[in-house]
């Protein structure tokens, strides 16, 4: 379970029910005309925290949406974020991400929250069912910047500078046995002979204590200087060494210009951003550059809007590298400033690397601050673009027709460079090592020089959409009403290798010298392995064709009525044709009391209950109907030759996840609005969900994935927003409470 408190003081978050339009990719419409469960999130709102990652900026502002991370690093990645709860096992858990009317397929990164005018969060069926197959998880759609017509030309400029704070590595979201505590389960563990194995062999790793009680066992020291070493542990901390060391306090910059302007027949909206940021972490930065430019022409009387949008983004990262798997009573540094050497519970022993080799061998010494200065770096570099184009025509002044289409590329090279002073590649270069003691000869399976770790990846999609819009209101009665189709091809490509005896300066390596195919014996233990070629090529393609109506009908300003239904087409489910696509719909209604005579009190200014029914759903794209298996180079058996491992075998009858979803909400305006209340219980059943499930052997394998499984999650979301003061001086506060849980 998760509750969530927050209380502000700002103008901007004031939700006017005048003003709000909802925005669900495929129409906008006024507020108090949506029958679903969603939330805005306005500009100012947004520019409340300063932030290059438009994600962070929702946090604590958004009702409904979760951060399911405690870690200030990873807080922000799109697979952390739930909305409602988690409502698959295997499928894509994310929520939707919706940028200017397509669902968006790259990095959340390379967007710009400088070029964002509003965000919504649309929450239950009647909201989201317009997405199908992937809005089980939610949706957030995200609206750019655009110009105004007749609006003058408009030139801002804005820059800002944060400052954060190391991580809290003491807090209770990230508990820690305190070294007293780790050193009595060590000791309690040797006792009992948990260590026997690994002191026997005389090369795995054994911590420090362990080591002190080792030598007090063996008799090399006495029982007071044990006593007295252990001691002197328990007052250590490693984690005051990797504050004073390894973190930093980051440092975010940003730069960001736009233009702006329109005149009778056009408008646009031009703007580049620059981003700077220095991470928590030595030797770790990232930097971005983005370019948009928006265009809008009305033409026959303005009876057709052509509109264009250009996104171009390029961003770089890097980082040096990590310090990882530390004994809460590790020392970083000596008395004499030295950076003294380490050994992990996945490592070698001390006095093992301090002796292998007699010295023929590279020094095995693993010192994490020395290594923050070696030549171990890891570089990203992401380029991206996003081209959408869209024609609307007023065939009558109810009826419009629009067409879509949205580009978008992106490629990124990432580069992990491990020189030969680093300890990765020491490490790896002396295990496959081996020495002739006879004449000091040394043979090496790794040349000697530095590992490079080379991946790409490319995306490519393309998304076409027709729609037909129809709005009309006559007397009490107002229909809005909306069809079509879209098409979806998305292509992602990653290939990947690792050059041995690489030369930064050259460019040049050695794979050549290197046998792949030979399984070499460690220097230490009976192990062998092959030198991993690190080669990986894949290639996803991603076809959906999709149907699409949507419907709401008002009478009198007071009851509402909305149904919506949708059919997902792919090949990843089923060979059989009623298999291929998932019919998914919702229906809602909305009774606005407030309207009612009855109802008619002057501290009464709001006063509205609505409910939504039906289907949302997810898609799992490592699971398929038709035979699937997985090949790789490393798949070789003793014969040399190449196989194939079996992932998961044919499955006709497999069917497409779908998520039951209820929503009940209360909306409430007090005193002309200066409290409103707004309140959802929520319900979501997630059917034929896909898991694994053990099946009998004789049939070949012993897990089989298939529609197994099911879940409920459920809760409560709260929101109170007062206007505590309206004169010159405004004070606005709203509270928030959500609570879920999942089963």
């Known amino acids: 379970k998760q509750y969530r408190f927050f209380r502000s003081s700002s103008e901007s978050n004031r939700l006017d029910k005048q003003e709000v339009e909802v925005s669900t990719g495929y129409q906008t419409l006024p507020k108090e005309r949506a029958t679903g469960s969603f939330v805005q999130v306005d500009n100012e709102l947004l520019n409340r925290r300063v932030s290059t990652n438009i994600l962070d900026r929702l946090d604590g502002v958004t009702s409904g949406l979760q951060f399911r991370s405690s870690s200030s690093i990873e807080a922000y990645n799109p697979s952390l974020i739930q909305i409602r709860g988690r409502s698959t096992l295997s499928g894509n858990h994310q929520a939707l991400i919706v940028v200017d009317n397509f669902a968006y397929d790259g990095d959340i990164s390379s967007i710009n929250p400088n070029d964002i005018a509003d965000i919504t969060v649309l929450k239950d069926a009647a909201a989201a069912s317009a997405w199908g197959a992937r809005s089980g998880n939610g949706v957030i759609v995200i609206t750019t910047k655009r110009g105004k017509l007749n609006g003058g030309n408009q030139v801002n400029f804005s820059t800002n500078l944060s400052v954060g704070a ?265 295990t496959y090592s081996s020495v002739d003691y006879g004449n000091g000869g040394v043979s090496y399976g790794i040349p000697i020089g530095g590992i490079l770790n080379n991946t790409t990846a490319s995306l490519n999609s393309n998304n076409g959409r027709a729609q037909l819009d129809y709005n009309k209101s006559w007397g009490k009665h107002a229909v809005s009403a909306l069809a079509g189709f879209e098409i979806k091809d998305n292509r992602s490509e990653r290939n990947g290798i690792i050059y041995y005896g690489y030369d930064e300066q050259t460019k040049t390596n050695q794979n050549a010298a290197i046998d792949f195919t030979t399984n070499y014996a460690y220097y230490y233990g009976s192990t062998t392995g092959r030198v991993n070629t690190g080669i990986m090529q894949s290639l996803t393609v991603d076809r959906f064709l999709s149907y699409y109506t949507n419907a709401s009908y008002t009478y009198n300003s007071r009851y509402i009525a909305s149904v919506s239904a949708r059919r997902d087409e792919s090949n990843l489910f089923g060979v059989k044709t009623n298999q291929k696509g998932v019919p998914l719909w919702s229906a809602g209604f909305a009774w606005v009391g407030s309207k009612e005579e009855f109802l008619q009190f002057e501290w009464l200014s709001q006063f509205r209950l609505r409910t939504t029914f039906g289907y949302t759903g997810n898609v799992d794209k490592g699971t398929s109907a038709y035979l699937t298996a997985n090949s790789a180079s490393y798949l070789i058996n003793i014969y040399n030759a190449l196989y194939a491992d079996i992932v998961n075998p044919p499955n006709p009858s497999l069917r497409w996840e779908k998520v039951r979803n209820i929503n009940v909400g209360l909306d409430v305006g007090l005193l002309k609005d200066r409290l409103n209340l707004n309140i959802d219980y929520w319900r979501k059943t997630g059917e034929d969900l896909i898991g694994p499930s053990p099946i009998a052997p004789q049939t070949g394998i012993t897990t089989f994935t298939g529609n197994t499984a099911n879940t409920r999650s459920g809760g409560w979301d709260i929101q109170l927003n007062t206007i505590n003061l309206n004169g010159r001086f405004k004070w606005y506060t709203t509270l928030l409470f959500n609570q879920s849980s999942d089963r």
């Not at 003294?340 to 590279?362: E, H, I, V």
């Open 166 to 430: 190391k991580p809290d590595l003491y807090s209770a979201g990230t508990p820690q046995l305190s070294p007293a505590e780790y050193i009595a389960v060590e000791q309690f563990l040797f006792e009992r002979g948990a260590y026997d194995n690994r002191i026997k062999n005389g090369y795995q790793g054994i911590s420090p204590a362990v080591e002190v009680l080792l030598k007090a066992r063996n008799g090399f020291i006495s029982n007071e200087e044990s006593s007295r070493l252990i001691d002197e542990m328990k007052r250590r901390d490693s984690r005051r060494d990797l504050l004073r060391h390894y973190y930093q306090n980051t440092v975010n910059q940003q730069y960001n210009l736009n233009i702006s302007g329109g005149g009778v027949n056009s408008k646009y909206y031009i703007s580049g951003g620059y981003d700077r940021n220095r991470d928590n972490v030595v030797n770790s930065n990232t930097e971005r550059f983005t370019l948009n430019v928006n265009n809008a022409y009305y033409l026959l009387q303005q009876k057709l809007e052509i509109t264009s949008n250009l996104v171009f983004s390029s961003s770089y990262s890097g980082s040096g590298a990590m310090i990882s798997n530390l004994y809460p009573y590790d020392r970083l540094m000596g008395d004499q400033g030295e950076a003294l050497p380490l050994t992990n519970a996945n490592g070698l022993r001390l006095n093992y690397t301090d002796t292998a080799g007699s010295g023929k061998l590279l020094n095995w010494a693993y010192r994490p601050l020395d290594e923050l200065n070696r030549g171990a770096f890891s570089k990203s570099n992401l380029t991206s673009y996003r081209l959408n184009l869209a024609a609307n025509y007023k065939l009558t002044p109810d009826l419009r027709v629009s067409l879509r289409y949205g580009l978008e590329k992106g490629h990124s090279i990432n580069n992990n460079f491990n020189d030969l002073n680093s300890f990765y590649t020491r490490n790896l270069i002396n």
